[in-house]
């Protein structure tokens, strides 16, 4: 079976933006990076989105002991290249040939696979019993999470890359067609649709009652989620991202693919401060992690930095042996590093030293789930390992 041709390209050029012949000169890459602050990070219990919350942290107040060994494996049927979520006792995961797969979180038994024989980039989103997910076909399932049977099925003009949000009794995804959507969580109606400039491949935050986009057309949406509108103009970012915003308070922070990343007081509108590596144009893939004072980014020159919340300054900087595609995360006061070249890293916090590794034969391309005092990862040989701290 061949791999659909829409995941051959991301795995040459993941989050790239159709951009203007200038920007074709710097790496089609969007940059992919968060902020919030400590007080919205996840607690201890699931991980319901790929990046932990609505707010998008990456980050869990929850810190894991080291050293873990594995307690469960389970092999799937093709490579995975998303993040797990964890709810009700279940970890899900998607894999690149369509199967969304439930395992028993506490043996790694598969509690049922479902198969629709297309493609998942988007990793699954959790809430209360519904599963919701898009494919690169531009479809959006809504599945009962106990058994993965189909609920609603709704459909978008492009290829979905990120996972779905949820606000209230409503989902929201985004899409390459440019178009954020926003259907109703019990059957797919559809309530409204926001239109951007370009595509959109990240996922939705949500913060009160409002959600943010960076978008492949260089500009930072603030969409009103009770009326579908935007929220005043956008803030432009001064080029296109692939990232996913967060949101702390008044503060939104997200990066751009020439190299910078940007925060933003959102309701002042204006820009508070921006980052860039002296030293050498950084690229980023992945999402940044953030809790209370510390932002923490992985760049495809194996370059793991930590910068200030508050100013944008570079704190440390740790060298990976291989790059990371996979977001950072955030697990107490600790960074959990997931790399290509199948080490899985914890950080300190505090100064970027490495605390701890595992490392597997194959490579890692999303970052990991942390819920309920177990870290949870898959691999691009379709392996899904949960980790746990070793006891005596």
């Known amino acids: 079976m061949q791999i659909p041709q829409s995941v051959q390209r991301r795995r040459w050029l993941p989050h790239s933006c159709p951009v203007s012949a200038a920007a074709w000169l710097l790496p089609a890459l969007c940059l992919c990076g968060v902020l919030i602050s400590a007080d919205n990070r996840a607690g201890a219990g699931d991980w319901p989105l790929p990046r932990a919350d609505a707010q998008s942290s990456g980050a869990t107040a929850a810190a894991l002991p080291s050293p873990l060994t594995v307690i469960w494996e389970y092999k799937a049927d093709e490579a995975i290249e998303t993040t797990p979520v964890v709810s009700s006792g279940r970890v899900f995961v998607s894999d690149v040939f369509g199967k969304i797969y439930a395992i028993n979180q506490a043996d790694g038994k ?76 019990k059957d ?57 915003p967060a949101v702390a308070g008044d503060q939104a922070f997200l990066p751009i693919m020439d190299g910078a990343v940007l925060a933003f007081d959102w309701k002042k509108r204006e820009q508070t401060w921006r980052y860039e590596d002296d030293e050498r144009a950084q690229e980023y893939r992945g999402s940044a992690a953030v809790s209370g004072e510390i932002v923490v980014v992985s760049s495809q020159y194996k370059q793991v930095d930590a910068l200030s919340a508050n100013t ?53 391309l999303a970052a990991p789930a942390i819920a309920n005092g177990r870290l949870y990862i898959a691999d691009d040989e379709g392996v899904v390992r949960c980790f746990a701290p070793e006891t005596n």
Do not use: M
Not at 121 to 149: F, H, K, R, T, W
Not at 155 to 184: H, M, P
Not at 202 to 230: E, M, W
């Open 188 to 244: 797919g109606s559809p309530v409204w649709t926001y239109q951007t400039e370009d595509q959109v491949r990240c996922n939705p935050t949500v913060a009160g009652d409002r959600t943010f986009l960076g978008g492949c057309d260089g500009q930072l949406h603030i969409v009103d989620l009770k009326t579908g509108k935007a929220a005043g103009e956008p803030l432009s970012l001064g080029g296109p991202t692939g990232s996913t």
């Open 312 to 364: 944008g300054k570079r704190i440390w900087r740790h060298t990976l042996r291989r790059r990371a595609d996979a977001s950072p995360v955030i697990a107490g006061t600790d960074i959990w590093i997931a790399a290509t070249d199948g080490r899985l890293l914890k950080l300190s916090g505090k100064d970027g030293s490495e605390l701890w590794q595992y490392e597997i034969r194959g490579g890692f």
């Open 110 to 185: 598969e509690a049922w696979k479902k198969n629709y024989d297309t493609g998942f980039l988007a990793s699954p989103a959790i809430q209360d019993d519904l599963l919701v997910i898009g494919d690169i076909e531009g479809n959006l399932y809504g599945l009962n999470a106990a058994d993965g049977s189909e609920l609603w099925k709704r459909t978008t003009e492009g290829e979905i890359n990120g996972a779905a949000a949820f606000y209230k009794d409503k989902v929201l995804v985004t899409s390459q067609d440019g178009k954020l959507y926003c259907f109703l969580a």
